[in-house]
């Protein structure tokens, strides 16, 4: 794809400067031409980019740059928590009524996906021990009803029609309907429409006032351009909704839409459509689509975690013997035991852009345990100085931590090779940067 | 209703859109400065053109101001007009028969809906035509196409349903082209997410069933866009593209108030043009599409 992450853009911009106290005008001026590039590329409205670079600008100048955290991923963390906020904070989840039936209202533009997406819901309900009942209120388009009653049928979802009559007139028989049989949960299914086109509006509106439904979602196709503020905003003061559901977000666009949509509509988007098949149905979380827009793996997640568990004290006590040259076999053993508590190597990974590409099972996960019983099976007096490790220790070692000599020899190279590194670096102030820059990971 | 006036009346919102944007930014500024250009830059963003080509386009007129000597909002306007109607313009192939044409597309575009308009059009123009119901996976979506078929008085293989196999159908459908004597037979797809491996795979065996079944014939493959579509448009039709050789666009909805100005960036970009233009759901509510009319009632 033509267009990279966020999180890499802004490292380019910031590269440059690593070690400044703040970020001037200038430097975020640049940066943000980079965030609102990415947002439009996502599709997120223009109005909306505006009005979300400025507030973000703001937040932006004058924040000290954290000490772990380089000025770039500074920018990007305010972004991603801006928008995680903007689309909703937090999940929101589908309203039942009191007193049954709970009624959701369909409501969307031609080709948006309402009919499969009633389908998913019935599912969803009826997995849920729900009885619920599907209404085909498309009486326009060629076919539609057919296709509902197909859809419900495998989902295994009683599907109410009554042929192309006036769907108000629908709606009213199914809850009678619903009444005699014990339906709990009504779902609508409506004739995709232009905003504009006003009978249609009416239409729908007629619906909508005589159904009452709990839930009134707007159905919108996650790869909508910039119009996608045009036709929520219209359908919210038409209607009045309740909630949106993004479809077709197994697809490779980066759904903007979303974020002009909650924008405009202020209404929380409550599902995803995955997929063609029944189950392809998810739960809309804002903060791993707010990565989505970005273009970034969860960078953020991957930094908080590091900074939980790096606890400040042991860094700075840690770059101090570095820089002595004190370092020994027990702080790399701290050390090790830092980053397991960061998780597996596997999920770390997935958190770095890109690093999911890398094929399940290439990391040896146990490759640290060993590393880890292989000191611990040395004596304190090892552990500082590894120079008395002879051969006859070398064996005890190995034996004791369920190891060869072969490996103990190499962690002790390594080691070796480690320390020597580490004496070129002292010289160059590398105790002032402290645990930035780890493993050559970008914190 | 001639062409023409069809076709403005068609694009009229769609025109009116771009138009009120563009006019009105040129008709609020005296002077031709960065603000200008800002401005000229934002309303293409609005129309899904893009952020790249909008700042291309820009950038273009920028040099053209420079070189031309342009001084008024106006010169800068029809400078603009002739980029992008540069941009959007294209030279057809002139129809050939017997004619396969294979709509494409993702899901909820109007590939179907396109399909009749088509068959129509062709069967206007005193044409054989055959419509191939190759949707075999989405629910009613054959019957969807034979309601269509009806619609256009043209005939329609179709199967039955718990039938899945696409090349199958197409086989079928070029076997009775050949045996009818058709003009164009026109096959109709299932909806697939560009990304989806297998589903794009199965395009494939569909083309090749056409190239091997039917070589006489001239192949025509057209991709129906949606113009509520964003950006994720021009990746659509570069996957697509990498399946099966794409002709043109099919570009649906206009009749909203979606601008679908992302042809712009695909043109340029892929250099497949688009058309036909969709303006609503009657059947004859399709029009070819032609650029330099297209940039003429754009601004």
Known sequence: ?443 | MGFFEKLKSGMKKTRDNIQEKIVSVLNSFTRIDEDLMDELEEALILCDVGAATSMKLVDRLRGRIKSEGLRSAEDVKNALKDEIAKLVDFEDVPDRFPKVMLIVGVNGVGKTTSIGKIANLYKKAGKNVLIAAADTFRAAASEQLEIWADRAGVPIVMYGQGQNDPAAVVYDALDSAKHRGSDVIIIDTAGRLHNKVNLMNELLKISRVIDREFPEAQRETLIVLDATTGQNALTQVKKFSEIVHTDGIILTKLDGTAKGGMVLAIKDETGIPVKYIGVGEGIDDLERFNGQEFADTLL
């Open chain 1, 1 to 443: 794809m033509a267009f990279e992450g966020l999180a890499d853009k802004l490292q380019t911009v910031f590269r440059k400067l690593t070690g400044r106290g703040k970020l001037s005008e200038a430097d975020i001026k640049a940066a943000m031409r980079e965030v609102r590039l990415a947002l439009l590329e996502a599709d997120v409205n223009y109005l909306v980019v505006k009005d979300f670079v400025k507030r973000i600008s703001e937040k932006a100048v004058g924040q000290e740059v954290m000490n772990s955290l380089t000025p770039g991923q500074q920018i990007i963390k305010i972004v991603r928590d801006e928008m995680v906020e903007l689309l909703g904070g937090t999940r929101t989840a589908m309203n039942i009524a009191s007193k049954p039936p709970t009624v959701i209202l369909m409501a969307g533009l031609q080709g948006a996906g309402k009919t499969t997406m009633c389908g998913k819901l019935g599912a969803y309900y009826k997995k849920q021990g729900k009885r619920p009942l599907l209404v085909a209120c498309d009486v326009y388009r060629p076919a539609a009803i057919e296709q509902l009653k197909v859809v419900g049928s495998q989902a295994d979802v009683p599907v109410f029609e009554m042929g192309q009559i006036k769907p108000v007139e629908i709606v009213r028989a199914a809850f009678d309907e619903a009444d005699r049989y014990g339906y709990d949960i009504v779902i609508i299914d409506t004739a995709g429409r232009l905003h504009i086109d006003d009978e249609m509006m009416a239409e729908l509106k007629e619906i909508r006032d005589f159904a009452e439904p709990t839930e009134t979602l707007l159905v919108i196709d996650a790869m909508t351009g910039q119009d996608a503020v045009n036709a929520a905003k219209a359908f919210n003061e038409e209607v009045e909704l309740t909630g949106v559901i993004l479809t077709k977000a197994d697809g490779d666009t980066r759904g903007g839409a979303a974020l002009s949509v909650k924008e405009v509509t202020g209404k929380p988007i409550k599902f995803l459509g995955v997929g063609e098949k029944l189950d392809d149905l998810e739960p809309f979380y804002p903060d791993r689509m707010a990565s989505r827009i970005l273009g970034m793996g969860d960078v953020l997640s991957l930094i908080e975690k590091a900074e939980a568990a790096f606890e400040e004290k042991k860094a700075l006590e840690l770059a101090e013997k570095i820089k002595k040259d004190k370092f020994d076999l027990s702080d790399y053993l701290d050390q090790m035991q830092q980053i397991k508590n960061m998780g597996s190597m596997q999920d770390i990974l997935s958190m770095i852009p890109g690093g999911n590409k890398i094929a399940p099972g290439s990391i040896d996960e146990k490759g640290l345990s060993r590393v880890e019983a292989i000191i611990l099976s040395m004596t304190p007096e090892e552990r500082k100085d590894p120079s008395v490790i002879n051969g006859s220790r070398r064996r005890r070692i190995a034996s004791g931590s369920g190891t060869s000599v072969q490996e103990v020899n190499r962690l002790l190279n390594q080691f070796g090779q480690m320390k020597k590194m580490m004496k070129q670096f002292s010289g160059k102030g590398l105790g002032k940067r402290g645990k930035k820059g780890f493993m050559g990971l970008p914190f």
